[in-house]
């Protein structure tokens, strides 16, 4: 099932940044909740793989991911045999891969929801932002899988704890089948990962439809659709609140982004009339 949530004004932002449990045994507020915002609703919830590589992922995978750790190498020699590792380190810095990027943090996914490349698309199309339970992700993983997480008192693995289970894509594409996959807590390879507070959910070759499996198979996922009225509001909320490029992309880059956004004019004739 998949509850859908509108988000019309500034004030409904709330529920979703509050979706948080009463953990009794810690005496603690906690959620089991993971985020993945995306500037437009339309947008499907597709691995980079397939979108790159369509019906043919499962024959390019292993090629892509052999020249990235040939090349890559030179750099992280700890590449080198550990497939979860080179997934991580690629999807991080733009390979196509089988994993799809969530957040633990409702206002960075909210930030990818609301930030444009063209800043004068911000009113144009509305947003969305997805929630997952990931207890109920794991619950649905097979036995041995769902023993590891419980051993660690966690709902999400290490790439060292994919690492020992299971050695090959291969083998998880059979353990998952068509009804699961994992969430991964990547290394913190760089500030980027820890600003983002990044996690990523493995997608198995034989889920075709990520947004059908959810539908069929979970109880608990959302989706917040962010109406175009309000994502100015909500952009200028979240950069008041240190929720901008600066921080999820640490360096220039980032900061000439933000700039560039807070000193934004609106109606402005000029915008769009440059190629990219």
């Known amino acids: 099932m998949i509850k859908t949530v509108e988000i019309k004004c500034i004030e409904d932002v709330a529920d979703l940044i509050l979706d948080l449990e009463y953990n009794s045994e810690i005496d603690r507020m906690r959620s089991p909740y993971l985020f993945r915002g995306m500037p437009d609703y339309a947008f499907k919830l597709t691995t980079s793989l397939r979108r790159n590589c369509a019906d043919k992922q499962r024959m390019l995978e292993p090629s892509i991911l052999r020249y990235f750790t040939k090349y890559a190498s030179i750099e992280d020699p700890s590449l080198d045999g550990n497939i979860w590792k080179q997934l991580m380190v690629g999807q991080h810095h733009g390979l196509p891969t089988r994993l799809l990027d969530w957040s633990k943090s409702a206002l960075i996914a909210l930030h990818f929801a609301t930030a444009e490349r063209d800043v004068g698309d911000t009113d144009v199309r509305d947003g969305i932002v997805w929630r997952i339970d990931a207890r109920e992700i794991g619950d649905m993983l097979p ?134």
């Open 143 to 276: 036995e041995r899988y769902r023993a590891a997480l419980k051993a660690e008192n966690t709902n999400y693995f290490s790439v060292n704890m994919l690492k020992k289970l299971v050695p090959s894509l291969d083998e998880y594409d059979f353990d998952m089948g068509d009804h699961s996959m994992v969430i991964v807590e990547p290394p913190s390879t760089d500030q980027r990962i820890i600003n983002q507070y990044a996690y990523f959910s493995v997608v198995p070759m034989g889920i075709e439809d990520i947004e059908a499996d959810f539908l069929n198979r979970t109880q608990n996922t959302m989706k917040y659709i962010i109406r175009k009225d309000v994502r100015w509001d909500i952009r200028d909320l979240l950069d008041q609140s240190n929720i901008s490029e600066r921080v999820m992309y640490p360096g220039l880059d980032g900061l000439t982004k933000w700039i560039a956004r807070h000193y934004y004019v609106k109606d402005n004739p000029y915008a769009g009339s440059e190629n990219p």
